[in-house]
């Protein structure tokens, strides 16, 4: 079978969703099919092949609210790949992925995998500002643009009528897909108009991608917070959480973002240290979690099925999860991790896993 794969991000260093796209096409290779991915990028690295993948590149702005100059210039992407080769089938890996290939894409069965909320929310996050959304509404659009986007305060009344366009047509894509693949339960069932149509099938890992790379500079003991410096992934938290534990115990924080900045002098103000690697390879984070007190997983929105969570597990991580999404789809409390509603029963727990630490 001949797969085009159409895919916002992917590898290297591109995050758990490329991690997730590169591992279904080095799969389908492995197995005897013909792959190529087509994936966005704002700026091209002359990037043709990855692992014995095949690769196209195809320019596009930065997002912005509908995106149809972005949509455009993928389809022209698509086009080109198709020109190139007859394909059997079309595996959109994100929002923008599977609205220019519906375009372009009619007499090929498409399959689209949905990795978020990007069918029902335009941000993707579920999320007003800092707080979880209670549901969309006139309302709530105006108060949820001017949140996200401080630049859209002035036009957020106009706004909601563009925002219910783009989510009818995402929401259209789904619905003429062949088949709709959702990461977890939870993804599934916000998907409510298309339940009895979406195939969970969770991101998983193979043996292949658990190379442990050396540590170098870090202390012996420590306590890791892995993700997106950002509001959904609540790194805001993390200074709450380990409050209560042992001063010479430091925080190491592996990541990039909007936040950082402000989480640096936050940082300063606390008798602990705390240690900001930046972005950091898959291999280095997967030693990271291994040789961690503990792993910390603080999350502000509804995780999807979080590969911070999976990979951690898969090398043996102690984990101390907050309860939110699909995280209980992977970690069994008090069997494979930690559990908690809040900061402090993350932090409490935290001071159990480092009592025990002997």
Known sequence: ???????????????????STATLATALIRRGHRVRVVVARTRCQGQQEWRGVPVSEVEVPQATLGGRVRERLLRKGLTKAMDEESWDLVHAQHWLSAVA?????????????????????????????????????YTRRVVCSARQKRWLTPVAPVIPPLIGAELSKRQKVLSQASAVVAVSQHVAEKLSSETERVHVVPNFVTSEEFKLAPLV???DRYVLFVGKLEVNKAPDQLFSIVKGIEADIPLVIAGSGSLETELRRQAACLQREVRFLGWVDENIVLSLMRYALAVVFP????????????DGLAVGAVLIVQRTGGSEEIVVHEESGLMGESTEAMSQSLRRVLADDV
């Open 1 to 19: 079978m001949k797969v085009l794969l159409s895919t916002d991000v992917f590898p290297p260093g591109s995050g758990g969703s490329g991690r």
């Open 101 to 137: 290939a519906s375009k372009i894409c009619s007499n090929l069965p498409m399959v689209v995998t949905v990795r978020d909320y990007w069918p029902i929310c335009i941000w993707s996050t579920m999320l007003s500002g800092n707080e979880r959304c209670p549901g969309c509404n």
């Open 299 to 310: 999350s502000r929105w509804e995780e999807p099925l979080s590969r911070v969570l999976i």
């Open 217 to 219: 500079d870090l202390p």
